[in-house]
């Protein structure tokens, strides 16, 4: 279904620049040095089977971060589309759609009501504004924010009603939106095993993520796969999220969201891919002091497992960040501490869960013409991770730092 | 377009001839209940006799311009003569989707970036308020006047109005009148240089202009 919507999509797009009735195409590739510095060489990326909380590798340099174009215009009147297709050189596939969606938006007096049908990310972060869900700030986004980018992609509808405070002469602006979707079982794999990480690596559709193997120390080789797609419906039931986001003028922006994907944790596919009953609350705010400076904070709390108490893996999780970002003319700086935690719930000894951690992220971004951004990060994290030690000799706690010079393109 | 010719030399041949006619400055200041002067008021200046008015706003003049810069309609307000036609250009490199659900024209508009639209024309007068369907915190208003004398008010509260001696409805307006302000009229009669103030009988309610701060760091 998810495959049908997105070559209809595709075909729409084309159908759509063949008569160029209208089209907005934004694009960002970005490239940069990168220097990671890890006290370990087991800590390189997950997607290359190490236990690091960084996504790229010690002995990485030069390297093409991202490459990513949206595209949105209108199908018929209300009815618009939005496409962002995206290439990694990293990870399992390199080419990819992130989000392929419609949207109903019909002119209305006073509420206004907006449908939203296809792959998306439910509208709760504050700090992946940018292009393709990419952060304007910094260049590997908050651990909240990594995790949604990687394991939290519905597919689905989502309704949603906006009280604009403009028209009512009032200064708060209220927008509440609820959503049934498909899809997104495998949603918490990550956070149990690998622990939470940062990065800007966003899943694509009918992507795997692979992660180390954790699992060859147990009883039974390849006891659960090590891989997850992040779309996949492995139970057939229905997950649901609903939001409330309050505004005040343009100056304070905070949102609440309660995700639940409704899994079967004993449900389970030939290859041992079992749904993980996952659900959070995540509560994000923005306030700018003045149009120079403003501060960014988000907290997650969930809990995500699968299988049986004693033989599967139960999880309570938890994050958050805040964030200080600064403009100096074309200059902008910002400044984030992350905080992380993976308490393992279950009663399976053999298979341990706990993780915790925390970084600080400095970065400059400076944009020097409509098309160039220049900039550089410095990202600092340390991760205590349990079943790093399952190997020998491996400790559990670690120290990551990376530098970045990056040098964003943008059409 | 022989036609049209012929309308522009008689609005031409009309206002040589009308030269001597526009001999009155008024001169208005607009204050609030507090005596605060109010910048960005209309006023309008609506002759007891219609017949002494110069030709309707001429359906040639496009020249009036709502436009939309940086998520925002500029200018705010808009003050046109009945029938003119409007022109909404869009600066952004983004679609807006305006529209108006007003009395006195309702209407709606995908502007596209770089695309452009036919301008609209304001055949009542009235207030239209504008939104945009996309971008919610947009608002703007077009106020069409059924006569050529009309002015927002500077930074001082001060408009000056050029026209014929004669008796007149002199009236203002803004999105931002209380009750107790709206509909009002002053009768006046202007024989050379008037002076005049206009005192609300309240304050204007908040003007909520922060809801112009916004920036390109949002997703909606």
Same mark, same amino acid.
């Given at each position: 279904?998810?495959?049908?919507?997105?070559?209809?999509?595709?075909?729409?797009?084309?159908?759509?620049?063949?008569?160029?009735?209208?089209?907005?195409?934004?694009?960002?590739?970005?490239?940069?040095?990168?220097?990671?510095?890890?006290?370990?060489?087991?800590?390189?990326?997950?997607?290359?089977?190490?236990?690091?909380?960084?996504?790229?590798?010690?002995?990485?340099?030069?390297?093409?971060?991202?490459?990513?174009?949206?595209?949105?215009?209108?199908?018929?009147?209300?009815?618009?589309?939005?496409?962002?297709?995206?290439?990694?050189?990293?990870?399992?596939?390199?080419?990819?759609?992130?989000?392929?969606?419609?949207?109903?938006?019909?002119?209305?007096?006073?509420?206004?009501?907006?449908?939203?049908?296809?792959?998306?990310?439910?509208?709760?972060?504050?700090?992946?504004?940018?292009?393709?869900?990419?952060?304007?700030?910094?260049?590997?986004?908050?651990?909240?924010?990594?995790?949604?980018?990687?394991?939290?992609?519905?597919?689905?509808?989502?309704?949603?009603?906006?009280?604009?405070?403009?028209?009512?002469?009032?200064?708060?602006?209220?927008?509440?939106?609820?959503?049934?979707?498909?899809?997104?079982?495998?949603?918490?794999?990550?956070?149990?095993?690998?622990?939470?990480?940062?990065?800007?690596?966003?899943?694509?559709?009918?992507?795997?993520?692979?992660?180390?193997?954790?699992?060859?120390?147990?009883?039974?080789?390849?006891?659960?796969?090590?891989?997850?797609?992040?779309?996949?419906?492995?139970?057939?039931?229905?997950?649901?999220?609903?939001?409330?986001?309050?505004?005040? @003028?343009?100056?304070?922006?905070?949102?609440?969201?309660?995700? !639940?994907?409704? *899994?079967?944790? /004993?449900? &389970?596919? %030939?290859?041992?891919?079992?749904?993980?009953?996952?659900?959070?609350?995540?509560?994000?705010?923005?306030?700018?002091?003045?149009?120079?400076?403003?501060?960014?904070?988000?907290?997650?709390?969930?809990?995500?497992?699968?299988?049986?108490?004693?033989?599967?893996?139960?999880?309570?999780?938890?994050?958050?960040?805040?964030?200080?970002?600064?403009?100096?003319?074309?200059?902008?700086?910002?400044?984030?501490?992350?905080?992380?935690?993976?308490?393992?719930?279950?009663?399976?000894?053999?298979?341990?869960?706990?993780?915790?951690?925390?970084?600080?992220? @400095?970065?400059?971004?400076?944009?020097?013409?409509?098309?160039? !951004?220049?900039? *550089?990060?410095? /990202?600092? &994290?340390? %991760?205590?991770?349990?079943?790093?030690?399952?190997?020998?000799?491996?400790?559990?706690?670690?120290?990551?730092?990376?530098?970045?010079?990056?040098?964003?393109?943008?059409? | 377009?022989?036609?049209?010719?012929?309308?522009?030399?008689?609005?031409?041949?009309?206002?040589?001839?009308?030269?001597?006619?526009?001999?009155?400055?008024?001169?208005?200041?607009?204050?609030?209940?507090?005596?605060?002067?109010?910048?960005?008021?209309?006023?309008?200046?609506?002759?007891?006799?219609?017949?002494?008015?110069?030709?309707?706003?001429?359906?040639?003049?496009?020249?009036?311009?709502?436009?939309?810069?940086?998520?925002?309609?500029?200018?705010?307000?808009?003050?046109?003569?009945?029938?003119?036609?409007?022109?909404?250009?869009?600066?952004?490199?983004?679609?807006?989707?305006?529209?108006?659900?007003?009395?006195?024209?309702?209407?709606?508009?995908?502007?596209?970036?770089?695309?452009?639209?036919?301008?609209?024309?304001?055949?009542?007068?009235?207030?239209?308020?504008?939104?945009?369907?996309?971008?919610?915190?947009?608002?703007?208003?077009?106020?069409?006047?059924?006569?050529?004398?009309?002015?927002?008010?500077?930074?001082?509260?001060?408009?000056?109005?050029?026209?014929?001696?004669?008796?007149?409805?002199?009236?203002?307006?803004?999105?931002?009148?209380?009750?107790?302000?709206?509909?009002?009229?002053?009768?006046?009669?202007?024989?050379?240089?008037?002076?005049?103030?206009?005192?609300?009988?309240?304050?204007?309610?908040?003007?909520?202009?922060?809801?112009?701060?916004?920036?390109?760091?949002?997703?909606?």
């Amino acid at each position: 279904m998810i495959k049908r919507l997105t070559s209809f999509l595709t075909l729409a797009l084309f159908c759509n620049t063949a008569f160029s009735r209208s089209i907005e195409l934004d694009g960002i590739v970005e490239v940069g040095y990168v220097d990671a510095a890890y006290d370990k060489n087991w800590l390189n990326s997950w997607m290359e089977g190490g236990v690091g909380v960084l996504r790229f590798n010690e002995n990485d340099t030069l390297e093409l971060s991202q490459a990513l174009i949206e595209a949105r215009g209108d199908l018929i009147d209300d009815l618009s589309y939005e496409v962002v297709a995206q290439y990694y050189p990293d990870g399992d596939q390199h080419v990819g759609i992130s989000q392929a969606f419609l949207t109903y938006a019909p002119l209305s007096r006073g509420l206004k009501h907006q449908l939203k049908l296809g792959l998306f990310y439910p509208a709760m972060s504050l700090e992946n504004v940018d292009t393709g869900w990419t952060s304007p700030y910094t260049y590997s986004f908050s651990a909240i924010n990594s995790w949604l980018a990687e394991e939290v992609r519905v597919a689905g509808l989502e309704w949603s009603v906006t009280r604009s405070g403009r028209q009512y002469h009032s200064p708060h602006s209220f927008t509440f939106s609820a959503a049934l979707f498909k899809g997104n079982d495998p949603a918490g794999t990550l956070l149990a095993w690998r622990g939470w990480a940062l990065h800007n690596r966003q899943t694509s559709l009918n992507e795997r993520v692979y992660f180390a193997d954790y699992f060859q120390f147990g009883m039974f080789d390849k006891a659960f796969p090590d891989h997850l797609q992040v779309t996949r419906e492995t139970d057939g039931r229905f997950g649901y999220y609903a939001g409330i986001n309050w505004r005040y @003028l343009q100056q304070t922006d905070v949102r609440l969201y309660y995700y !639940n994907n409704s *899994a079967d944790p /004993l449900a &389970v596919e %030939s290859n041992w891919q079992y749904a993980w009953q996952n659900h959070f609350l995540s509560l994000a705010v923005q306030h700018k002091f003045n149009r120079n400076f403003r501060i960014l904070a988000q907290w997650m709390d969930g809990q995500t497992g699968m299988g049986t108490y004693d033989g599967g893996v139960y999880t309570d999780f938890t994050s958050w960040y805040l964030m200080a970002s600064y403009q100096w003319d074309k200059h902008r700086f910002s400044a984030r501490f992350d905080d992380f935690e993976v308490v393992e719930t279950d009663a399976n000894p053999a298979d341990p869960n706990d993780s915790h951690g925390h970084s600080i992220t @400095l970065a400059w971004r400076y944009q020097y013409s409509p098309q160039w !951004n220049l900039g *550089a990060e410095w /990202l600092h &994290v340390n %991760s205590d991770n349990e079943n790093r030690t399952l190997w020998r000799n491996w400790q559990a706690a670690h120290r990551q730092q990376q530098v970045m010079l990056m040098a964003q393109f943008r059409f | 377009m022989k036609k049209s010719f012929i309308a522009q030399s008689v609005i031409l041949v009309s206002s040589l001839f009308n030269i001597g006619v526009y001999a009155a400055e008024l001169s208005v200041t607009v204050t609030d209940s507090k005596n605060r002067l109010l910048p960005n008021i209309v006023v309008y200046a609506e002759p007891l006799d219609k017949s002494s008015m110069p030709n309707e706003a001429a359906p040639l003049d496009h020249s009036a311009v709502m436009d939309q810069i940086h998520k925002q309609f500029v200018p705010h307000i808009l003050v046109v003569q009945k029938s003119s036609w409007v022109n909404f250009p869009n600066s952004d490199s983004i679609k807006h989707h305006v529209y108006s659900f007003s009395p006195a024209k309702s209407f709606e508009l995908r502007l596209y970036d770089g695309g452009k639209a036919k301008p609209i024309q304001f055949e009542k007068a009235g207030e239209v308020v504008l939104g945009c369907n996309i971008h919610d915190w947009m608002l703007g208003y077009i106020y069409s006047v059924d006569t050529p004398w009309f002015a927002k008010t500077n930074k001082q509260g001060a408009v000056t109005l050029d026209l014929p001696d004669g008796d007149y409805q002199l009236k203002y307006w803004s999105p931002l009148l209380q009750n107790a302000d709206k509909d009002k009229a002053i009768q006046l009669t202007v024989k050379g240089d008037k002076q005049q103030t206009i005192q609300l009988n309240d304050e204007l309610l908040p003007a909520l202009a922060d809801y112009e701060n916004n920036d390109e760091l949002t997703d909606y």
